[in-house]
């Protein structure tokens, strides 16, 4: 079998240290695939790339077919099959949010370009990087002659968080639960619902209300402790761990690859693809929902009810998305 091509940015820092022995390994596409990585990095970055290189290499990953480095976005993504979009300008002290699109727009914008001009006819893209909507939005817009439905922005990092509190929760292993949605951005405003999951076929909703003594109770409890949890996860993780959940939004994105390579089968997970205006989401944003794959790409899984309560809190974040998008185009980048 041939080599898949995978590029990843940013590979030099704390994701990338996580997420490339993974894809090296087979964890991401299968064991019988083999994979050509292209690491892209800021020259101040390329140390970091470098070491990665040396102990993939000391790894003798049976499916590893070669490592390059550049800092040249033309030279990593010729070829490519599949990118990930990792490197991204993070929020400093004082930094305005319009200060923040405009450096990622700087980043995604040519990044894009050089996906348009130089990556395979089959190339699909996944971004990482924050604000990851909105970076696919403007890699995406960057790139007219690649389907719009190649990109997709990491949402599963929060999907999986939430199954996992769902379970803990419901005190019942991970696989038993089934039909979580993470909607709207990939930020504090994003909605994880249950409303439409089952654990072992049967509403979530009622076993919830079993456990903590009736359906308002369980309605508080999500609104008032799994979301938030949930939606700020990762500062949990900062204030414990000291350093940000690398290894975890690794897994994410390995999951996110795999399962849309390898299907999802009748399952749904979640991911914020390219809005054609499912679920009243403005056309051309890219937003979380319910997706699927039958190993061409993510769909969005459309006719499912969202109440009042879902409505209210899919449109905040939608709001947010607009708001992300209208800045941009403001700056003039798109
Ligand atoms: P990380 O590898 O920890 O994070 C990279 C990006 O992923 C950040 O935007 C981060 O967002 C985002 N992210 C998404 N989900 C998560 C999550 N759950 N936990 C943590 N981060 C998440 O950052 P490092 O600083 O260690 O490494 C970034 C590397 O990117 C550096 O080596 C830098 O040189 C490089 N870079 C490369 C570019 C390129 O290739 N052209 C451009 C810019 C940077 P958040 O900031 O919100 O945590």
Not at 225 to 247: C, L
Request: net charge negative; proline share 4%; charged share 20%.
């Amino acid at each position: 079998m041939d080599a898949t091509t995978v590029t990843v940015t940013g590979a030099g820092g704390q994701i990338g240290y996580s997420l490339l022995f993974r894809i090296a390994s087979g964890d991401m596409l299968g064991a019988d695939r083999p994979v050509r990585l292209r690491l892209l990095e800021i020259p101040q970055g390329l140390k970091g790339a470098e070491g990665a290189a040396l102990e993939l290499q000391d790894c003798a990953f049976p499916l590893l077919a070669g490592v390059e480095i550049t800092d040249d976005a033309r030279v990593a993504f010729d070829g490519a099959n599949l990118a990930l979009l990792v490197g991204a300008r993070p929020r400093t002290a004082g930094m305005e949010r319009a200060d923040l699109l405009a450096a990622n727009a700087g980043i995604f914008g040519p990044q894009g370009a050089a996906l348009n001009d130089v990556a395979a006819d089959d190339i699909r893209v996944a971004v990482v990087g924050n604000p990851a909507n909105t970076n696919a939005l403007i890699a995406a817009a960057s790139a007219p002659d690649i389907p719009g439905d190649r990109f997709a922005a990491l949402t599963r990092l929060d999907h999986d968080r939430a199954v996992a509190q769902l379970a803990a929760a419901l005190d019942v292993p991970v696989a038993h639960l089934r039909g979580v949605v993470v909607w709207g951005n990939h930020s504090a405003t994003q909605f994880p619902d249950v409303a439409h999951a089952t654990v072992d076929g049967r509403p979530v909703l009622d076993a919830l209300a079993d456990r903590l003594g009736g359906a308002d109770a369980a309605t508080t409890w999500l609104d008032e402790e799994f979301v938030p949890r949930v939606a700020k996860r990762g500062a949990e993780i900062i204030a414990v761990r000291g350093s940000s959940s690398a290894a975890s939004a690794a897994n994410a994105a390995i999951s996110h690859v795999r399962d849309l390579v390898h299907r999802t089968g009748d399952a749904w997970t979640s991911a914020a693809v390219l809005s054609h205006g499912e679920y009243g989401v403005p056309d051309g944003l890219y937003s979380s929902a319910p997706v699927s794959s039958d190993g061409t790409g993510y769909r969005i899984v459309e006719g499912l009810e969202l109440d009042d309560r879902g409505r209210a809190r899919l449109d905040a974040s939608v709001a947010e998305l607009v708001a992300e998008r209208d800045a941009v185009h403001a700056l003039g980048v798109i």
